[in-house]
T-cell receptor
């Protein structure tokens, strides 16, 4: 059974619209993360959360807003979508924040903005 | 800031030949952890190896790597490539610092042919 679920797997949106990417982890972890991979670029850190509290934000734009309704959920809301937002978004989790523990990744949501 | 360099974007090998994927990194922190993640098509990236100990060989699933802090390197090796090793390999750095995020290299796509 998948331990980190991301929904949807594929998402197509129009410029200016808003979408929410879903992430749920069933590993019992306390820390969750979002990474983004744009075409021909490395995986890039976006956010980290610990016990539903934002620990770090490395995105320059306020259009990206994480939402954590439960400890094992970390959704990503993206508003006013732009074609440059097209990327695969990976959710990850680790046992705790603030250590060097392995981060486990979900399968990703591939977002295409037209 | 932290950075990871994987010079080879694409490596094609014949089955049975040795594998060596290069990874160098830059960080101001001395207690950094280095990771190799493997990403098979249609799966989640998963951890292959990790290390923080200078000059100590780390092995897993036939792959090995040694962290050399003097040269800031963490090259991935395997003595004999298998067809099933074909995947995207990412080197990543967690320097701790203020946010414990993973900084990824651009990845090396390894293709093993019969």
């Amino acid at each position: 059974d998948p331990k980190i679920i991301q929904k949807p797997k594929y998402l197509v949106a129009v410029t200016g619209s808003e979408k929410i990417l879903i992430c749920e982890q069933y590993l019992g972890h306390n820390a969750m993360y979002w990474y983004r991979q744009s075409a021909k670029k490395p995986l890039e850190f976006m956010f980290s959360y610990s016990y539903q509290k934002l620990m770090d934000n490395q995105t320059a734009s306020s259009r990206f807003q994480p939402q954590s309704s439960k400890k094992n959920h970390l959704d990503l809301q993206i508003t006013a979508l732009k074609p440059d937002d097209s990327a695969t978004y990976f959710c990850a989790s680790s046992q705790d924040w603030g250590d060097f523990a392995e981060q486990f990744f979900g399968p990703g949501t591939r977002l295409t903005v037209l | 800031g932290d950075s990871v360099t994987q010079k080879e974007g694409l490596v094609t090998l014949t089955e049975g030949l040795p594998v060596m994927l290069n990874c160098t990194y830059q960080t101001i922190y001395s207690n950094a952890f280095l990771f190799w993640y493997v990403h098979y098509l249609n799966e989640s990236p998963r951890l292959l190896l990790k290390s923080s100990t200078d000059n100590k060989r780390t092995e897993h699933q036939g792959f090995h790597a040694t962290l050399h802090k003097s040269s800031s390197s963490f090259h991935l090796q395997k003595s004999s490539a298998q067809l099933s090793d074909s995947a995207l390999y990412y080197c990543a750095l967690n320097s701790g610092g203020s946010n414990y995020k993973l900084t990824f290299g651009k990845g090396t796509l390894l293709t093993v042919t019969p």
